[in-house]
């Protein structure tokens, strides 16, 4: 039981190139949830979605996009980076009240 | 949608010392969550409040929700080193599928 993974851990891109991240859950919770974390900022919700097939915006969606066409996948789309969206980015997965977080991917935008 | 303010933003305190941190809002919360955050991790979760009044422990960490349901605290006895991290606290709104968090309290242990 893995849990919540994601891949890659680590990345950098240039501006305008374009990038998809990978959220996976071997716990088959139907919510899921993508972030981004700034120092200082906190954890800022970007997509989430309600199950297969369903996404809907968080807080800072602009610059993103998400897929959910698997249960177990949630994909996190950059179409064209910037350097503003140089953070760490935390998927989860939720379980009644409580949030599963991935170990993250750490993204830099030059 | 629902805000929660964070104090103090950092805290260091000497091993063996104290530790509180606060969570507040302007409007009554549905429920109080809270996470801890080990430098370079991810979150996780410690623990949910969602009765007035509420006080829960585990071990060294006391947790209370206000009899207003509009702030919470985190309060650790005697910390440890193994205590170093960023404390969050995140509430959702009644139905909603959203978490919104606080900005932290990172907390450094001098030892």
């Known amino acids: 039981n893995a849990g919540v993974t994601q891949t890659p851990k680590f990345r950098v891109l240039k501006t305008g190139q374009s990038m998809t991240l990978l959220c996976a859950q071997d716990m088959n919770h139907e919510y899921m949830y993508w972030y981004r974390q700034d120092p200082g900022m906190g954890l800022r919700l970007i997509h989430y979605?309600?199950?297969?097939?369903?996404?809907a915006k968080g807080e800072v969606p602009d610059g993103y996009n998400v897929s959910r066409l698997k249960k177990q996948n949630f994909l996190l789309g950059l179409e064209s980076a910037a350097p503003s969206q140089t953070s760490v980015y935390f998927c989860?997965?939720?379980?009644?009240?409580?949030?599963?977080f991935g170990p993250g991917t750490r993204l830099l935008v030059l | 949608g629902q805000q929660v303010m964070q104090i103090p933003q950092y805290q260091h305190v000497q091993e063996g010392e104290d530790f509180t941190t606060y969570c507040n809002s302007s409007t009554t919360l549905s429920n109080i969550q809270w996470y801890k955050q080990r430098p370079g991790g991810h979150p996780v979760f410690l623990i949910q409040l969602v009765k007035s009044g509420e006080v829960k422990k585990q071990k060294r960490l006391t947790f209370q929700f206000g009899e207003a349901k509009k702030n919470s605290s985190l309060h650790i006895t005697a910390t440890q080193t193994t205590d170093v991290g960023t404390y969050f606290c995140?509430?959702?709104?009644?139905?909603?599928?959203?978490?919104?968090f606080g900005k932290g309290t990172k907390l450094s242990v001098i030892p």
């Open positions: 989860a997965s939720r379980a009644g009240e409580t949030q599963y």
């Open positions: 979605s309600v199950g297969e097939g369903t996404t």
């Open positions: 995140a509430t959702s709104g009644a139905g909603s599928y959203q978490l919104t």
